[in-house]
Every structure is written in structure tokens, then in C-alpha cells.
């Protein structure tokens, strides 16, 4: 029951962004459902994030906003395509603004949750629930969950841990005439022109005309020429509008993160590593955790009970990352070889949930020499000291 006085809050979600609008949603669609919820929502213009892919072989928490599917995909490298059909996995998209709009219908129909735009400036612990300042104004919860993360802030020990980036560049492109296949999308296509392995293309066509092309890459590039040419000569659109857009930058690093802030305040997201370190994926990761808090709230009445993430998988991120670091033309042959036996496995072991004997298949016939190499290397690094960076170390 929720016998708060009128200005204490059961929970306070610190962002409105992935993290913080699905774990209101989640709450609200379990046992939690007649606690109460204050959401800061601090969103900028910048925070143009418009499309969350994710794949599953069921149906997830967000499953009633998951505009596109499919089984079909393809894999493209200088070589040519590999076709992927995938079996019990289904690659999915939905758009970050139904999420929005859904967790914000949600929280008006009850008027115990309140949505307050604006910058939450402190949280301050205050005995038994916490203090949280926003526009100059003071609300009190029981718990907070805090989605807040600033790239800069993030301190990674690079003697133990790798820190690179991954920046998006997303245009959503309408084709004159009909141009796609829309039940096939592009999961990689290494064919940007850049430096083998360092950046990739995915494509997801949402119709005959209209498609998202985004552009991944480890350094920062001026992207508008590598997408002209990527459009025109690889996708041979000779015309196209762009009609929207998404950037961003997330952090790869498998540095562990803490979970417990202060006593009552509990990151989610990105600041709970929910960010898989070698794939820049999240979304599946976040459910879960959130899932994990809604577990733990109501069994234990504290938000702090998951299960550890997987120390075996933390190291293979990292000797994933020690390749895209320091290797990087490899990495299109590996992915190419992952998916071409069984592409199912392959994206159970992206999304950690491929078991020992999945993993020995799938690495079995991969090319051993780059990860012993880069496996020896990462551990040097965590017995010497940081490694050079790419640049320096192709010197
Ligand atoms: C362009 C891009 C595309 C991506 N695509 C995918 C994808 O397809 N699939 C996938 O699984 N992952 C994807 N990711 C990775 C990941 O899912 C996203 O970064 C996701 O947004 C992480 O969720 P989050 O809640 O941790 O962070 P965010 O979604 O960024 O939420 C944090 C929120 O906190 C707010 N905030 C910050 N400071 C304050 C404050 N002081 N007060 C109040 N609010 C504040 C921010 O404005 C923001 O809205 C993508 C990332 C980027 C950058």
C-alpha cells in the first residue's frame, strides 16, 4: 500500500531517457504497480536518440512498441554479402519516442506519480529516503534511480581497463522510388571507405522508401561524405531526403560499474554497465536490470539484489575490445565467421545468453592467432600498465 505522506515518493527516476522510462513502465506493469513515481525528466535537444534495436527470441517488456521485425539479415564485407536467416531470434526496433510518449500516458493516469521537467541538480541522502533538488524546488523519495551519465565524468583506470567510443550517426533516408527490401535489414556492412574495421554501416529499412542508415565509428570522422558516398554509390540511391536524424557517443569499456550510489540511490543504465562493452547494445541489458530492481524491491524492499554479470563474458568483451583497439581489420573476418554457422548462437552470445558449450562452437572455428595475441596483450596490460592507444601502437 502506499500510505506516503503527500511529498515523499516511493521511487524517483532520475532521467527520462531508455533506462529511466522503461523501468517506470516496468513498475507500473508489476507488483509495484501502487507505489508512487516522480520522474525528472532532464532531456535536452541533444539527446537525439530515435531508434532502440535490440533482438529476442520472445516477447520482451516492450514488446508492444516494437515497430519493425526481422529474420532476415545480411552481413556485408568487401567480400560480399552473407546472408543471415535467423530461427528462434527476431531482430527488432522500436522508436525511442513511443517509449516516451507510452511511460508518460502511463504515469498521468495516476495521480500518485508526478513528471517534472527540469535538471536534477543534487541528491542528498537525508536518513530514511533522499532529498532531490530540481529547479530550485525540493522532493523527497524513498529510493532513487539515477540514469544521469556524462561522458567526460566516466574515470576508466586505463592501466586495467580499455575506454573507447563508439559514435553514432543515423539519417533516416526516403527514396524517390522504392529502393528496399524492407524484410531484410543490414545487421553490419563494413563497406564505409574508412579504415578496415573501424566503422560499419547498419541499414534498417522500415519500407520500400524509407530506411534508417547509421553510421558506427571508433574515431570521430566527418560523416556527411561517408554517407554521400555510402548512399550513392554503395546503396545507389541517386536521390534521396533525409528526414531525420540521431548522434551520440556511448562509452566501451568492461570496467565494472557500481550499482549502489549511496544508500538509497541506485544507477540504472549506462551507469550500471548496462552498455555491453564490445557491441554498444543496451537495451536488453537495461530491461533486464530493471527487471532485476522490480525483483529486488519487491521481495527484499531494497532495489540492490541481481545476479553478478558474468566475470567469463567481461573478459572476452575485453579481448574483444583489445582487437577493435589495436586490430581492427580482423574484426569484419570475425563477425563474418561467428554468424555464418549459426546466427542464432551468434546473437545468444552477443547478448551473453550462449552457454559454455554454444561459446566453444562458435569461437572453435574462428582464426586463434588474433585473440591469443590480444588476449596476452590484455593480460600484460592488467600485470604492466595501460597500452598505447591504436594510433601509437601501429607505429
Ligand atoms: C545514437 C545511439 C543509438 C543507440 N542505439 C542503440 C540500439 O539500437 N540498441 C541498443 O540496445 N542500444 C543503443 N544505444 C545504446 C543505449 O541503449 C543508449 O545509449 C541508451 O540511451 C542508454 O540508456 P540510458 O537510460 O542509460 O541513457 P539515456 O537514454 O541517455 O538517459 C539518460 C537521461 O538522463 C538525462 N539526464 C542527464 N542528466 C540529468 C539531470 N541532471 N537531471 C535529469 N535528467 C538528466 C538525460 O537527458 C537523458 O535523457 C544507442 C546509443 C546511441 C548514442
Redesign the pocket.
Known amino acids: 500500500m502506499n500510505d506516503r505522506p503527500s511529498s515523499l515518493f516511493d521511487y524517483c527516476i532520475?532521467?527520462?531517457?531508455?533506462?529511466?522510462?522503461?523501468l517506470a513502465l516496468q513498475m507500473m506493469d508489476s507488483a509495484l504497480s501502487d507505489r508512487s513515481i516522480l520522474l525528472?525528466?532532464?532531456?535536452?535537444d541533444d539527446?537525439?536518440?530515435?531508434?532502440?534495436?535490440?533482438w529476442s527470441p520472445r516477447p520482451t517488456a516492450l514488446d508492444a512498441l516494437v515497430r519493425h521485425r526481422w529474420s532476415s539479415l545480411v552481413l556485408q564485407s568487401n567480400d560480399g554479402p552473407a546472408r543471415i536467416e535467423l530461427a528462434s531470434e527476431q531482430y527488432q526496433?522500436l522508436f525511442?519516442a513511443d517509449l516516451q510518449r507510452e511511460a508518460k500516458r502511463r504515469l498521468a493516469e495516476r495521480s500518485a506519480h508526478l513528471v517534472i521537467e527540469?535538471?536534477?541538480?543534487r541528491v542528498e541522502e537525508r536518513g530514511d529516503h533522499c532529498e532531490i533538488h530540481?529547479n530550485g524546488a525540493i522532493y523527497r523519495a524513498r529510493w532513487v534511480f539515477d540514469?544521469?551519465?556524462?561522458r567526460g565524468e566516466l574515470s576508466v583506470d586505463t592501466t586495467k581497463w580499455h575506454a573507447l567510443e563508439?559514435r553514432?550517426?543515423?539519417w533516416v533516408v526516403r527514396a524517390e522510388r522504392d529502393h528496399f527490401e524492407p524484410e531484410r535489414a543490414t545487421l553490419m556492412d563494413f563497406r564505409t571507405g574508412l579504415p578496415a574495421g573501424t566503422a560499419f554501416f547498419y541499414v534498417l529499412p522500415f519500407s520500400p522508401r524509407e530506411a534508417l542508415v547509421?553510421l558506427v565509428t571508433l574515431d570521430p570522422v566527418d560523416p556527411e561524405p561517408v554517407f554521400e558516398k555510402y548512399l550513392a554509390s554503395v546503396l545507389g540511391l541517386d536521390w534521396y531526403e533525409i528526414v531525420a536524424r540521431?548522434?551520440?557517443?556511448?562509452p566501451m569499456t568492461e570496467q565494472p560499474f557500481d550499482l549502489r550510489v549511496s544508500e538509497h540511490v541506485r544507477a540504472?543504465?549506462?551507469?550500471?554497465g548496462?552498455?555491453?562493452a564490445s557491441?554498444?547494445?543496451?537495451?536488453?541489458?537495461?530491461l533486464e536490470d530493471n527487471a532485476a530492481i522490480v525483483r529486488s524491491l519487491s521481495v527484499f524492499g531494497h532495489p540492490f539484489e541481481r545476479q553478478d554479470d558474468s566475470s567469463f563474458y567481461r573478459a572476452l568483451d575485453a579481448v574483444m575490445l583489445e582487437l577493435w583497439q589495436r586490430e581492427p581489420a580482423r574484426v569484419p573476418a570475425i563477425f563474418e565467421a561467428m554468424f555464418s554457422r549459426s546466427p542464432d548462437r551468434a546473437l545468444r552470445f552477443l547478448d551473453e545468453r550462449a552457454s559454455l558449450r554454444e561459446v566453444l562452437a562458435l569461437i572453435a572455428p574462428l582464426p586463434p592467432a588474433p585473440f591469443i595475441r590480444a588476449m596476452l596483450r590484455w593480460i600484460g596490460r592488467r600485470l604492466d600498465g595501460a597500452l598505447p592507444d591504436r594510433a601509437s601502437s601501429e607505429r
Request: proline share 2%.
Open positions: 532520475v532521467g527520462a531517457g531508455v533506462s529511466g522510462l522503461a525528472v525528466d532532464g532531456a535536452h539527446d537525439a536518440l530515435r531508434t532502440l534495436s535490440f526496433t525511442f527540469g535538471r536534477a541538480e530540481v540514469s544521469r551519465f556524462k563508439q553514432f550517426r543515423g547509421e540521431e548522434a551520440g557517443v556511448s540504472i543504465g549506462i551507469p550500471a548496462r552498455l555491453k557491441t554498444g547494445y543496451a537495451l536488453t541489458r537495461i
